[in-house]
Structures are given as structure tokens and as C-alpha cells.
């Protein structure tokens, strides 16, 4: 079956600009978790949704990031007033439950420039 | 704090020599201990979870055994496709986030 996708696979932007990130769930996957990893460091979390709502926002660094799954499926990673510190792979993940394995998507490259 | 540290953090090896890798972790209360493999420009794929000390988990040339401290990944008689950044996590009690390590580079040469 069709595993976890994300799009764009590849974002390059100014400073202070918006960003939107997509990541589609395997079907069926009632979690979903987003994941920030710079380069030569694990993955840090960011925020999981059980159905539609957020479960655990603790990861957020601040204000500017935001993120929305209003249907319980696809999810939105909004990025405000990007700063060049924003650059990483954002990945995503999806599980049956929040107990059950991760498995994650492809990851989108965020570039600020 | 929930804190996982993983050694060393690149590892060369040539084909056909075993070697493992150590994922030391504190968590207040595990629920999972998970490996992944990471090739560069791909998500991380899932290889085991560990739920219990003593427990071991082998897949072809890996092998994940667990205890209250630390895990180890076992590899042997490498090959070169194995080469990857090996990754392990940690679960707390309540399910959800993963709390990753910062990873082990392995590079296996023919």
C-alpha cells in the first residue's frame, strides 16, 4: 500500500516569508507526528494529532509555526515570518495509534534564504 | 529529562567484519525503544522495536537486543548496502513522540 508522502519535496524561500508543508498519513492512521532534522542530527520532535486534534504541541520552538489536520488525514505544517534558522528536513509520520510504530515520509528540504 | 545518546557517531567497517552499535537512553518509563535506518535525502524506515529488557529482535545481518540502560545494534559480516545512518528512539508511557538519538553513520567498504 501507499506509504507516508509529503509534499514539496524540495522548499526554497526568502526570509520572512509564509510556508505551507503537506504530508498525506498512510490510510487509515489515526496519529500523526511532525519531525524537524538538521543535518547530522537525529530527528526533534515538533507536534503529533490524534484524529484532528493536536495531542502534544511541546516541540513548537515558537509562535510562528503552526499546524492544522481539520479532517483527521492530510496535515498542514504553517511556517510565519520564516527565518534561516527554519532550514531543515521536516519529516512527517504516521502510526495506527499513538502507541503503534512511526513511519515516516520522505521529508521536506526547507530552505531559507 | 528523556535523553538518548547513541556511539560512535560514524563507524567504517569492511565487508564482512561485525561490529555494534549503542544507543544508551533515560526515559521515565520506557515503552519502546525503536530502529530506524536512514539512507541520505530518505525518511527514516523502520527496522525494530524493543519493549522489554531481554528482549531481542534479528532481522538478515541485525540484531537488536535491549536492557534497562542501553541497546545495542548488532551487524553481522556486513555488506556494502548496509551502509546507512542508523538511528534509535525512545517512547515514553503515554505513547506518542519519539525522543531520537543523533545517529550512527556506518560505512561499510567492499
Known amino acids: 500500500g501507499a506509504g507516508v508522502s509529503q509534499t514539496p519535496s524540495n522548499k526554497v524561500t526568502e526570509k520572512g516569508k509564509y510556508v505551507e508543508l503537506r504530508c498525506d498519513p498512510i490510510s487509515g492512521h489515526t496519529a500523526l507526528y511532525w519531525y524537524r532534522q538538521s543535518l547530522g542530527q537525529g530527528p526533534e520532535f515538533l507536534i503529533y494529532f490524534q484524529g484532528t486534534g493536536a495531542a502534544d504541541d511541546s516541540g513548537l520552538p515558537n509562535d510562528r509555526f503552526f499546524a492544522v489536520r481539520p479532517e483527521g488525514s492530510v496535515s498542514t505544517l504553517k511556517i510565519q515570518r520564516t527565518e534561516r534558522g527554519d532550514s531543515a528536513v521536516y519529516l512527517c509520520?504516521?502510526?495506527?495509534?499513538?502507541?503503534?510504530?512511526?513511519?515516516f515520509g520522505p521529508g521536506t528540504r526547507l530552505t531559507v534564504l | 529529562e528523556d535523553q538518548v545518546t547513541q556511539s560512535p557517531e560514524a563507524l567504517r567497517l569492511q565487508e564482512g567484519e561485525s561490529s555494534s552499535l549503542n544507543c544508551s537512553y533515560t526515559?521515565?518509563?520506557?515503552?519502546?525503544l525503536f530502529w530506524y535506518r536512514q539512507d541520505p535525502g530518505k525518511g527514516p524506515e523502520f527496522l525494530f522495536t524493543l519493549y522489554s529488557a531481554g528482549e531481542e529482535k534479528e532481522k538478515e545481518r541485525l540484531k537488536a537486543t535491549l536492557t534497562k540502560k542501553e541497546s545495542f545494534l548488532h551487524i553481522t559480516a556486513p555488506k556494502p548496502e548496509d551502509s546507512a545512518t542508523y538511528l534509535c528512539?525512545?517512547?515514553?508511557?503515554?505513547?506518542?513522540?519519539?525522543?531520537f538519538g543523533q545517529g550512527t553513520e556506518l560505512s561499510v567498504k567492499p
Open positions: 528512539a525512545v517512547q515514553g508511557p503515554e505513547g506518542g513522540k519519539l525522543i
Open positions: 509520520a504516521s502510526s495506527p495509534t499513538a502507541s503503534d510504530t512511526q513511519y
Open positions: 526515559v521515565s518509563g520506557l515503552r519502546g
